[in-house]
């Protein structure tokens, strides 16, 4: 394999790593988790957003329409489920300013600014820790539904996973006229996008140490 190739093994890898940390900081600003909890009899319908900061709660009714952006976790005493996209959050955060850290120090040794040999290897090491790092942020999210139940062993003032998100990671729920739909939301989503898309930058990069590529 010429030097052509081989750089643009390394210029797909840090494509590929831009591409993930504009996935990670999109996956970051959006809900992780929601509930859609409708009651057929009222027509009141409440849409739960759930993001590591905060509870994001809409309500419609017959007339009109809500939002209630201010409630904390603290507010529904949801400590075991806060912990869980908490930790998720923070691998995600981890994952992203890896990336960004090597893709800066990357650049920088190409325009002369840093002149270690070595900075191409430490750049391919990285993406691994990337990959690493989102790979744990997703599988983190796995504990939610134990989390929920452990709530509300513990007293949650929580009353929208009751027989629905406690029981199951995802689905839909009827129970006395009330369709309980609840599951990942766009954050979480994104973030498995990211891990697919780190999954294809770790190749390039394993590829162009295969392959020699300049250091």
Known sequence: MGMAEISKLKIATLVLVFISICLLVAGMATRWYYINYADTVSG???DISMYSPK???????????????HMDWGDYDLKNTRNIFNTGLAFSAFAFMIGFFTIIITILNQIGI???QLIWTIARGMVIGMLICTFIS???????????????DDGTKFI?????????????????GVIAK????????LVIIALFVEIAATICAVLSFIFKSDQ
Request: proline share 2%; charged share 20%; aromatic share 10%.
């Open 114 to 116: 840093l002149r270690n």
């Open 55 to 69: 509870i994001v709660t809409t309500i419609d009714t017959l007339t009109m329409t809500t939002t209630a952006d």
């Open 138 to 152: 997703v599988c983190v999210m796995a504990g939610t539904t134990k989390a929920f139940e452990k709530d509300e």
């Open 44 to 46: 009141i319908t409440y």
């Open 182 to 189: 609840f599951g990942p939301g766009t954050g979480w989503i």
């Open 160 to 176: 929208f996973c009751a027989g629905t998100c406690d029981s199951k990671w995802r689905g839909t729920v009827s129970i006395n």
